[in-house]
């Protein structure tokens, strides 16, 4: 076990950890809410989605809940606090109804609310909640042409019915890859891809272009890249922030994002023409990027990387990425991938590039999770070092392979950054 990590889990689903538009870390005073993925108990049965309760300066664990089953590894829950410390959580559905619950003592299983369903064909939960106890979700949604939906449940109301934000292009698999954040004025940040393919089959997809959408008023009106949006989105409405259509075999890939203090949003991207990773950025005056080959050149940063990001009180983006040192591009579930953390300062300067994994060229450690930064809660996240989780152990394949074993096990760690000092 690596050093400075505490393992919560040895039952861990070969994706325990992974899906990061689903909050995983929430603060909540003394405590650390901490959710993942265990995989089912016996063959036929369901994964189990689990909830524990950490002491928030040890990360050792007081409780261990289960909140809930899954039908498969996709179904991790996605946390949230509001202003009164009630535990908001939203688990449980691959192309099904999630449930919602919420505790105002979480390592309670009986102080659990009854769940609420909320489908009918829902997919990775990203929840947030703004300041007047707003909850906002944001969720792929399945059917003849998979869409991007947006909904929200007012404090004492009920969800309201869903907005379809984006529509594929085709019928079959789509995978959005959304983020949905709240930045210090309250705007609403929600960035997304189109990931697709003409026979609608998930190995065939590609993803072509990225985009982002944001509201000044809670989510009534949208724009994207300052211009009114007309909903739902298409790859032929959408605004741009970068896009390979002009390439048929050309292949991109974002992951989630974390806004700044001045309300701009940064994310993670691996692009073509040439692959490399890079960051993207909003300035005053558009989106830039900042070319990761020429500032960590030791790392392997293109094609589809499971990565996490959040933001410090100091004005730092931290990112997480599973990858190797190695030349050639190594797959998004290599067994050789340990886990990287890359600081930056507001300016876009990397600060610091550090491994927080033990090497182990049988074992990946990867989908990494960290603590995502609430500009409601700015004074609670991140304090002493972010909190982070990892999955340790293989990718049992897809679904669709006749060999898949959904029994393989892994293992949860969750360890904590080291404080950057400018």
Not at 261 to 284: C, K, M, Y
Request: net charge negative; aromatic share 8%.
């Amino acid at each position: 076990m690596p050093e400075d990590t505490i393992r919560l889990s040895t039952e861990g689903s070969d994706r325990a950890t992974a899906y990061n538009m689903s909050n995983k870390l929430a603060r909540r005073g003394d405590d650390l809410i901490v959710g993942w993925l265990d995989g089912p108990a016996s063959e036929g049965e369901s994964v189990r989605i689990r909830v524990a309760v950490c002491d928030v300066e040890s990360g050792e664990p007081r409780s261990v809940i289960q909140l809930g089953e899954g039908i498969d590894n996709h179904c991790g829950p996605a946390l949230s606090v509001d202003d009164s410390g009630r535990v908001h959580a939203v688990v449980g559905a691959h192309h099904g109804d999630f449930l919602y619950h919420f505790s105002d003592e979480p390592s309670d299983t009986s102080s659990w609310s009854e769940p609420e369903h909320i489908g009918p064909r829902h997919s990775y939960p990203a929840l947030v909640i703004d300041p007047e106890g707003t909850l906002h979700l944001a969720y792929r949604e399945s059917g003849d042409r998979w869409q991007l939906h947006y909904t929200r449940k007012k404090a004492g109301a009920e969800w309201e019915l869903p907005v379809v934000i984006a529509q594929s292009p085709t019928k079959g698999y789509n995978h959005f890859m959304h983020s949905l954040s709240i930045g210090p004025t309250g705007t609403l940040h929600l960035t997304f891809q189109f990931h697709f393919s003409e026979t609608g089959i998930n190995t065939d997809c590609l993803t072509k272009s990225m985009s982002h959408i944001s509201s000044i008023d809670r989510g009534d009106t949208w724009t994207n890249l300052g211009d009114p949006c007309t909903f739902p989105l298409t790859i032929g409405t959408t605004n741009w922030i970068f896009d390979c259509f002009d390439d048929p075999a050309a292949n991109m890939r974002i992951g989630t994002h974390v806004v700044d203090r001045n309300d701009h949003a940064w994310l993670f991207a691996s692009l073509p023409g040439p692959d490399r990773g890079v960051i993207w950025r909003q300035t005053e005056v558009g989106w830039t990027e900042i070319d990761l080959s020429e500032v960590t050149p030791d790392l392997q940063l293109s094609g589809g990387k499971s990565t996490a990001i959040s933001y410090d009180r100091e004005d730092r983006v931290h990112l997480l990425v599973s990858t190797t040192k190695k030349k050639e591009k190594p797959g998004w579930s290599d067994p050789e991938n340990e886990v990287f953390h890359l600081v930056f300062e507001l300016k876009g300067t990397l600060l610091s590039n550090t491994q927080i994994t033990t090497s182990d060229p049988d074992r990946a450690h990867w989908l990494p999770a960290i603590e995502h930064w609430d500009w409601c809660r700015p004074r609670e996240i991140g304090v002493n070092g972010h909190w982070y989780l990892y999955t340790a152990g293989n990718n049992a394949g897809l679904m669709s392979q006749s060999d898949y074993n959904d029994l393989l096990r892994t293992e949860v760690h969750l360890g904590r950054l080291a404080q950057i000092h400018a």
